[in-house]
């Protein structure tokens, strides 16, 4: 079985530009959180979904958005970009939400740089 | 607030020797702990977790971790390392809070193991 995908694996932006970052979950994994991890830090959760409503939210500004679509897929776009946004960019499936003792599968990120 | 500490940024061990990377949290409710390894320009993967039951968790890898309650610690142990356990290992702490369900990464120990 495939694992979490996401596409594009490096990116290379513009400040003030917008981005659109995909991911697609392990088949049967309803639920999608997207994390940002700085060069040298922790993941820092940004978004979880579970069947395409948002169940989580962590503490990022209105810029970063997500959505996710019936097939379970997400997006997470960026808008207005700053060069504090350069970053790795990790989606995580999980097959359910509610109870929260579940592990999370993470995809290899997007490299995000902006200039 | 919820947080996770990981008080050493790098250990360094000789192979064979066993292995210890602290870990410790704070959290209002019951905690849903988990440990993940990352290697280089790799997403994170899983290698334990606790929710209930037993305070000494097995995990991929041979690894292990110890949940007390008393001290909120969960240290990540291995009884023999391996130079190939060498990467960067994340704690982390799932928290159902006023924006649904949030996972706390603390910031990160690098492992060394020494030939």
Redesign the interface.
Known sequence: DAG?TQSPTHLIKTRGQQVTLRCSPISGHKSV?W?QQVLG?????IF?YYEKE?????NFPDRFSARQFPNYSSELNVNALLLGDSALY?C?SSLV?GQ??T???????TRLTVV | AQSVAQPEDQVNVAEGNPLTVKCTYSVSGNPYLFWYVQYPNRGLQFLLKYITGDNLVKGSYGFEAEFNKSQTSFHLKKPSALVSDSALYFCAVRDMGAGGFKTIFGAGTRLFVKA
């Open positions: 979490v959180s994390y830090q922790g993941p820092q959760f979880q948002e169940r989580g939210r962590g990790l995580a939400s929260g003792n592990e999370a599968f993470f995809g290899q990120g």
